[in-house]
């Protein structure tokens, strides 16, 4: 009977054993990519200047928060910048706070108000020539209500160079409006989006999933003043960088948190 005993506990011990590792080989690890303390991890691309020139101090790090500001630009001058974080990615779920704050910057377009973004799939900022005003990319839009009672979904698809396959057919639509509430005043909206390569999108907001759509690929216009070399349209994008957007709005980050998710495409 004693000898029993130890057989089942050594039974009982090895399938914990079993049981421990199989869960650390797929157990999901969040990675921050903002670190709280600065932004020495991203890449910076503003239009009409070259990469890693922050113009104007336009992202900078403040109470834990990254602050897209204006206060040193005078006129805007369609300067759309973004802030890329170093390493690209392919599957993964990204999560990201936001807030808009403040008054849309001088002479920047009546549609940048309350309005930003995360772009993924990006192409990398040091292939955009100067002059160039949106990467290649697809962007899960941030908007603001403007107070007026009337809806204003954020959460969006739109498609700098990009196109999208939705509801089954490829959507050739700069912007898909998703199902998402309107978010008033400065408060914080989490985000989160959910990619696995050049397959399925999920955009979800404060919890719920507001739009989703596949086979993200290059293709369409926006996007200006671009290497034709790397504008291949028709290629399906499996990977690329994930940027934070600043177009006129002062907005803040925070809580920028992401999952690699390759380990369910090991898994397939």
Same mark, same amino acid.
């Given at each position: ?17 079993? #049981? ?9 690890? %969040?990675?921050? =990519? *903002? ?6 991890? %991203? ?38 910048? #973004? ?16 807030? @808009? ?18 772009? @993924? #799939? ?11 005003? %949106? ?6 839009? *941030? =908007? ?25 057919? =490829? ?16 408060? %914080? ?10 397959? =399925? ?39 690329? @960088? ?10 803040? *980050? ?15």
């Amino acid at each position: 009977m004693k000898k029993y005993f130890i057989l089942l506990g050594v039974a009982a011990a090895v399938a914990v054993s079993c #049981h421990t590792s199989k869960k650390a080989a797929t157990e999901k690890q %969040w990675i921050n =990519l *903002f670190n709280g303390k600065d932004i020495n991890d %991203w890449m910076v691309k503003i239009q009409h200047h070259q990469v890693n020139e922050n113009f104007g101090n336009s992202f900078r790090v403040e109470e834990g928060i990254i602050k897209v500001r204006y206060d040193q630009y005078g006129d805007f001058n369609d300067q759309f910048g #973004h802030l890329y974080y170093k390493t690209p990615f392919s599957w993964f779920h990204l999560i990201v706070e936001y807030r @808009f704050v403040g008054a849309l910057q001088k002479g920047a377009p009546s549609y940048t108000l309350l309005n930003s973004g995360v772009m @993924f #799939h990006s192409q990398d900022p040091r292939t955009m020539p100067k002059e160039q005003d %949106w990467p290649i990319s697809v962007e899960m839009q *941030f =908007l603001g209500g403007l107070g007026n009672g009337k809806p204003r979904p954020t959460g969006s698809m739109c498609s700098p160079g990009t196109n999208v396959v939705y509801k089954g057919k =490829l959507d050739s639509t700069h912007c898909i409006t998703s199902s998402a509430k309107t978010y008033d005043g400065e408060q %914080w909206v989490r985000a989160e989006l959910i990619v696995y390569g050049d397959s =399925l999108v999920k955009h979800i907001i404060n919890g719920d999933t507001v739009l989703q759509y596949s086979k993200p690929q290059i293709g369409g216009g926006v996007v200006n003043r671009y290497d034709p070399l790397i504008k291949q349209d028709g290629k399906l994008l499996s990977i690329g @960088f994930i940027a934070l957007q600043s177009e006129g709005q002062p907005v803040d *980050f925070r809580n920028v948190q992401l999952m690699d998710l390759s380990y369910l495409k090991n898994n397939k």
